[in-house]
């Protein structure tokens, strides 16, 4: 299809985040704007997104003819380095 997987994060992030669209300023404070979906991500499942349809330079597509999920076992793993805690994060991304 000649989709970068930058193209599709960068649309989920902003499906599911929303995005910053600037600055009200009041009299006393200033408020942020924020344009998102109604639904918020608490709601939102796996299959949800895949299929959301999202704009890209091919074309709009669902998520889920480009995009799998699986639910795996994972070790995590929070130590102290220096004093430091150290969070190591391990993932087998494909493209």
Known sequence: MGILPNEISSELFVALNGIDAGTVKGRYD??????????????VTPNDVLDMRIPTRAGSIMVGTVADYAFESAISNI??????ITVRVESDIEQ
């Open 30 to 43: 200033n408020y942020d704007i924020k344009i998102m979906f109604d639904e918020t991500i608490d709601s």
């Open 79 to 84: 130590s102290r380095e220096n004093t430091n």
